[in-house]
């Protein structure tokens, strides 16, 4: 009989996604618009639209869904607290999320990287779909292919992305703790460019 690794507990885990708008010329930097985490079974634990930190350029409307009118004062919180609400919320969990680094990048909140699982990492998904080690698979695609459901259509929404990255996870749980349980790491590596987003 094969040896059974323990799953962490639900209460442990929680999924993040964050959707950025355009700032600088022509709208080519991130910044952070709407942040939202979710739980083991997908409720909402925390979200809102983000107060800009510097003018907008490109609110990326046509992808985002994004209004100017969500990113004003009563409708979105301040960046600050945004950043202690969420450094509180996920500190000793572990998170669960697509491309996790430009998330905690847009943020600026680091995350032990032991206590990540990234679904634009998990080697077995990349493997399964035939891409290079080096290519990064989009959300949409990890889902259809794998799951056959659609997601951001016809806009981004992170709630939307944080419930699916936790359900690509849930799918593949026993056998990524497994492979943590024997001292292995079952994914690549994120850009070293963004190695600041780890701890």
Excluded at 118 to 131: E, M, S, T
Excluded at 169 to 174: D, G, I, N, Q, T
Aim: proline content about 10%.
């Amino acid at each position: 009989m094969a040896q059974k690794y323990p799953i962490p507990p639900p209460e442990k885990y929680l999924a993040l996604a964050t959707t950025s708008v355009g700032c600088g010329p022509g709208g080519g930097t991130p910044m952070i618009a709407r942040v939202a985490l979710v739980d083991y079974r997908g409720q909402t634990v925390f979200s809102t639209f983000v107060l800009p930190t510097n003018p907008v350029t490109d609110y990326r409307t046509h992808t985002t869904g994004i209004q100017p009118s969500d990113l004003q004062q009563g409708s979105a919180m301040p960046w600050n607290d945004v950043q202690d609400r969420v450094a509180l919320l996920i500190r000793d969990k572990i998170l669960v999320g697509h491309s996790l680094w430009q998330d905690l990048s847009v943020l600026g909140v680091p995350h032990p990287a032991v206590a990540t699982r990234d679904v634009a990492l998990y080697q077995p998904f990349r493997i399964a779909l035939r891409f290079s080690p080096n290519s990064v698979i989009g959300l949409p695609t990890l889902m259809w292919q794998l799951m056959r459901r659609k997601v951001q259509e016809p806009h981004v929404c992170a709630l939307e992305s944080a419930r699916a990255t936790l359900d690509l996870y849930r799918s593949h749980a026993v056998e990524w703790e497994a492979t943590i349980s024997r001292g292995q790491w079952p994914s690549f590596l994120p850009p070293s460019t963004f190695s600041k987003c780890y701890l």
